[in-house]
């Protein structure tokens, strides 16, 4: 499991007593039917807090008879359960969302090494994905924030133009997770995990408040925010593409 994106718990106490709950919860079901379990979510990450629930992921031998309450309440903590076939997983295709949360899993029973040679294999990026993300988080980026903005200020809709900026940063994030080699994470972990990315544009935190944050839906604010994110675009073109070894008119012409 990866480390970079763990997170402080705000409750170090509950923590320890959801780990507890689901190490003895996932216990009651290790048996030669199943191929191996895994911790998702919370306590995998390092964190447990009121709004939180324990997820648990259990692959059985497709031939295998094994039924399980999918939602419960242990000592007033949610246990969320998943259970799927292994044999069906090896030719499943598993979406980005799927393996950014198994990314961030913890291993519990894996006597065979089967769950670790999936995860392996099923989760870490691709080459094509890696450059389709930094392609196309660099044009739609700057398509939704610095084009499709005037388009709404034509049609006389500034919130909608202002709007604008939430798909367009979506999209410049996720080139950076690809710039980072890294999937992207789920929507709601993913300006949190942004932030812990390695290579990003300088003084990002500043920079990007600037342009995120709104004072009036006026033209004047919204050529501030289109100023503030050009500059931050600026810096990133010519990085990707030297990255994709393609030029900008290249790449526009692909996505």
């Not at 930094?134 to 049609?155: A, D």
Request: net charge negative; glycine share 4%; hydrophobic share 40%.
């Amino acid at each position: 499991m990866s480390t970079q994106f763990l997170i402080q718990s705000s409750d170090q106490a509950l923590l320890e007593k959801a780990t507890k709950v689901a190490k003895e919860f996932a216990y009651q079901y290790i048996s030669d039917d199943i191929v191996g379990i895994a911790f998702l979510g919370a306590i995998a990450r390092g964190y447990f807090d009121h709004s939180a629930d324990i997820d648990i992921a259990l692959f059985k031998k497709k031939a295998s008879e094994i039924s399980i309450n999918k939602f419960l309440r242990i000592d007033d903590i949610e246990v969320h359960c998943w259970l799927s076939d292994y044999e069906s997983e090896l030719t499943d295709q598993w979406d980005m969302s799927k393996r950014w949360t198994y990314s961030q899993g913890l291993i519990y029973f894996d006597p065979l090494e089967k769950m670790s040679q999936l995860i392996k294999e099923k989760v870490p990026l691709k080459p094509d994905e890696k450059k389709w993300l930094m392609m196309s988080g660099l044009t739609l980026s700057e398509w939704y924030i610095n084009r499709l903005t005037h388009l709404w200020v034509e049609r006389g809709n500034f919130i909608s133009a202002h709007h604008m900026f939430d798909q367009g940063l979506n999209y410049f994030f996720e080139m950076l997770f690809g710039l980072n080699n890294q999937l992207v994470a789920d929507m709601k972990w993913r300006y949190y995990c942004v932030e812990k990315l390695e290579r990003l544009p300088h003084n990002f935190r500043e920079r990007i408040i600037s342009t995120m944050i709104l004072h009036s839906f006026t033209m004047e604010e919204l050529g501030r925010r289109q100023e503030a994110f050009m500059e931050i675009w600026g810096e990133m073109k010519p990085i990707i593409e030297e990255e994709v070894q393609m030029s900008y008119e290249e790449i526009l012409q692909l996505v």
